[in-house]
């Protein structure tokens, strides 16, 4: 079956760090992948998406790159902000799993001024 | 606000006793999905329909919970004789027909069941 694995958190960074949160995946078919971001007191929302292989999803400042060959989808971002501090989750959609979002268990970042 | 709606936002509970959830997906939205979240875990997956269609429901689900969408627009969870393993923060997410693999889904904000 589909699944998605995280590295644990919490990362600590200072403002303008640069941020690595690691993803990767399992899953049958061809799977898009997703990154989420859950605010405090917030639902989660679209971070950025990549709907098949080397395809780069990017939104403000935050990127991730489709990597089939080792099954990964790592989000970066070159300079952090407090405003940054929140939880992230990686997700895939796929044929294999009837269409419904498979989630990691997501990375809290704490961003300190 | 045209986003998906979740009611109520908070229920406490004694345990034993029956709740129920509603969720109103963005309109026109086909797809409808219920997770459950714990503290530090990523959203888990319940169910999901497609229009008033429920087509998957995890193994894991107990069979004290039920959920339905009559007509195709808003969905309801009931969870009956509530446990105190049920409390966790409730989640609908929806998505709009087209290309599946190309949409995302957008969430409520949840409902979070304490049960005592």
């Known amino acids: 079956g589909n699944s998605v694995t995280q590295m644990e958190g919490p990362v600590t960074l200072s403002e303008e760090a640069f941020l690595t949160i690691n993803c990767t995946y399992t899953a049958t078919g061809y799977p898009s992948l997703f990154w989420y971001v859950q605010y405090p007191g917030e639902g989660l929302q679209l971070l950025l998406k990549a709907t098949k292989a080397d395809d780069k999803g990017s939104n403000k400042g935050f990127e991730a790159t489709y990597r089939k060959e080792t099954t990964s989808f790592h989000l970066e971002k070159g300079s952090v902000q407090v405003s940054d501090s929140a939880v992230y989750f990686c997700a895939l959609l796929s044929s294999g799993g009837s269409y419904i979002p498979t989630f990691g268990r997501g990375t809290s970042l704490i961003v300190h001024p | 606000d045209t986003g998906v709606s979740q009611n109520p936002r908070h229920k406490i509970t004694k345990r034993g006793q029956n709740v129920t959830f509603r969720c109103d997906p963005i309109s026109e939205h086909n797809r409808l999905y219920w997770y459950r979240q714990t503290l530090g875990q990523g959203p888990e997956f319940l169910t999901y329909f497609q229009n008033e269609a429920q087509l998957e429901k995890s193994r894991l689900l107990s069979d004290r919970f039920s959920a339905e969408r009559p007509k195709g627009s808003f969905s309801t969870l009931e969870i009956q004789r509530t446990e105190q393993g049920d409390s966790a923060m409730y989640l609908c997410?929806?998505?709009?027909?087209?290309?599946?693999?190309?949409?995302?889904?957008?969430f409520g904000q949840g409902t979070r069941l304490t049960v005592v």
């Open positions: 997410a929806s998505s709009p027909r087209g290309q599946v693999l190309n949409t995302e889904a957008f």
